[in-house]
C-alpha cells in the first residue's frame, strides 16, 4: 500500500490500484480529493506528466457494508462488510474505478424494456455494456431496474437507454454503439420518428440533454434482431421477477481497458 495524509485523514492506495495507475518505486504522487455528483472524484498526478482522475463509490452503495461500530477512540471505529471482514475506518477501501485523460477505447451498449400486461406492468429495463476497441467483447457493465406497473414497454426501452447512457459516460470512451431491438425507440432517439407521447418526450429530452453534456463520446445508433439482444431482455425480466434495481461492473475489465501506459 501507498499512504499519503493531510491531517487526520489518511489516504490509502492498494497495490492493485498502484498497478492500474502505473506508480512505480520513488515515484511522485499528488493527490486532490472533491465531491462530483452522488460520487467522488480522486485526482492524481504523478511525476508532473501523468494525470488521471480515480472514481470513488462509498461502501453503501457498493452494497458491501453490512454496518459499523463507534469506539471510544479513533482506532476502535470499525466497519463490518458484507463478507464478514472488519476494517478500521479510515483504511476502508473505497476505490471502485479510474478514468484517464485519454479517450481511447470503444463500447457497445444494448438496452432492452418489458412490460408485462403492456402498457400496465409490471415493467423494468435491462442494459449491458461490453468492450469493443481489442475484439473481445469483455463485459463492463449490467445493469437492471424495476419500474412497478401502469409503465409501458417503450417506456422500459427508453429508461434502459438512459440508465445504460449514464454508466457508459463514466467509461471514459471515445466512442459507443448503442443498439436495442426496438426500430421505434431507435429511429426516435436519431429523429427519424417523431415523439407523440407526453411521458416519452420527458424520457427523450433526457437522453438527449445526457448526450449533448457528452458531445466529446461518438455514438451510432443501430438495430438489432430481438435474438441478439437477448442479455438486456433477460435482465429487464429479472428486474420485474426481483422487483429490485441492480447494477454489477465488472471492475477486473473495467480496470483493465482503463489502465495507464507508461513508456
Given at each position: 500500500s501507498i499512504m499519503g495524509s493531510f491531517g487526520d485523514d489518511p489516504v490509502i492506495i492498494r497495490a492493485r490500484v498502484a498497478e492500474a495507475l502505473g506508480i512505480r518505486d520513488n515515484?511522485?504522487?499528488?493527490?486532490?480529493?472533491?465531491?462530483?455528483?452522488?460520487?467522488?472524484?480522486?485526482k492524481v498526478k504523478i511525476n508532473d506528466n501523468?494525470?488521471?482522475d480515480v472514481l470513488l463509490h462509498d461502501l453503501i452503495t457498493l452494497n458491501i457494508?453490512?454496518?459499523?461500530?463507534?469506539?471510544?477512540?479513533k482506532e476502535h471505529n470499525k466497519l463490518t462488510l458484507v463478507s464478514g471482514k472488519e476494517v478500521?475506518?479510515?483504511?476502508?477501501?473505497?476505490?471502485?474505478?479510474?478514468?484517464?485523460?485519454?479517450?481511447?477505447?470503444?463500447?457497445r451498449l444494448q438496452f432492452d424494456g418489458a412490460s408485462r400486461n403492456n402498457p400496465n406492468g409490471p415493467a423494468g429495463y435491462g442494459f449491458c455494456i461490453v468492450r469493443t476497441d481489442d475484439g473481445s467483447n469483455d463485459e463492463l457493465v449490467q445493469g437492471c431496474g424495476y419500474a412497478g406497473s401502469k409503465r409501458s414497454n417503450?417506456?422500459?426501452?427508453?429508461?434502459?437507454?438512459?440508465?445504460?447512457?449514464?454508466?457508459?459516460?463514466?467509461?471514459?470512451l471515445e466512442s459507443l454503439e448503442i443498439c436495442g431491438d426496438s426500430q421505434l425507440i431507435i429511429k426516435q432517439v436519431?429523429?427519424?420518428?417523431a415523439v407523440k407521447n407526453h411521458r416519452l418526450k420527458r424520457l427523450l429530452s433526457k437522453i438527449q440533454a445526457l448526450l449533448s453534456e457528452h458531445n466529446d463520446l461518438s455514438c451510432t445508433f443501430r438495430c438489432v434482431p430481438r435474438e441478439q439482444n437477448k442479455v438486456p431482455d433477460q435482465l429487464a425480466n429479472?428486474?420485474?421477477?426481483?422487483?429490485?434495481?441492480?447494477?454489477?461492473?465488472?471492475?477486473?475489465?473495467?480496470?483493465?481497458?482503463?489502465k495507464i501506459s507508461r513508456t
Amino acid at each position: 500500500s501507498i499512504m499519503g495524509s493531510f491531517g487526520d485523514d489518511p489516504v490509502i492506495i492498494r497495490a492493485r490500484v498502484a498497478e492500474a495507475l502505473g506508480i512505480r518505486d520513488n515515484d511522485k504522487v499528488f493527490f486532490e480529493f472533491g465531491e462530483f455528483g452522488e460520487i467522488f472524484r480522486f485526482k492524481v498526478k504523478i511525476n508532473d506528466n501523468i494525470c488521471s482522475d480515480v472514481l470513488l463509490h462509498d461502501l453503501i452503495t457498493l452494497n458491501i457494508l453490512g454496518g459499523f461500530s463507534m469506539g471510544p477512540k479513533k482506532e476502535h471505529n470499525k466497519l463490518t462488510l458484507v463478507s464478514g471482514k472488519e476494517v478500521w475506518i479510515p483504511e476502508q477501501e473505497m476505490w471502485a474505478g479510474m478514468k484517464v485523460i485519454e479517450k481511447k477505447h470503444s463500447a457497445r451498449l444494448q438496452f432492452d424494456g418489458a412490460s408485462r400486461n403492456n402498457p400496465n406492468g409490471p415493467a423494468g429495463y435491462g442494459f449491458c455494456i461490453v468492450r469493443t476497441d481489442d475484439g473481445s467483447n469483455d463485459e463492463l457493465v449490467q445493469g437492471c431496474g424495476y419500474a412497478g406497473s401502469k409503465r409501458s414497454n417503450n417506456e422500459m426501452e427508453y429508461e434502459g437507454l438512459m440508465e445504460g447512457l449514464i454508466w457508459a459516460t463514466r467509461l471514459n470512451l471515445e466512442s459507443l454503439e448503442i443498439c436495442g431491438d426496438s426500430q421505434l425507440i431507435i429511429k426516435q432517439v436519431t429523429g427519424e420518428y417523431a415523439v407523440k407521447n407526453h411521458r416519452l418526450k420527458r424520457l427523450l429530452s433526457k437522453i438527449q440533454a445526457l448526450l449533448s453534456e457528452h458531445n466529446d463520446l461518438s455514438c451510432t445508433f443501430r438495430c438489432v434482431p430481438r435474438e441478439q439482444n437477448k442479455v438486456p431482455d433477460q435482465l429487464a425480466n429479472l428486474a420485474i421477477d426481483m422487483r429490485e434495481n441492480i447494477t454489477r461492473c465488472n471492475w477486473p475489465n473495467v480496470n483493465n481497458m482503463m489502465k495507464i501506459s507508461r513508456t
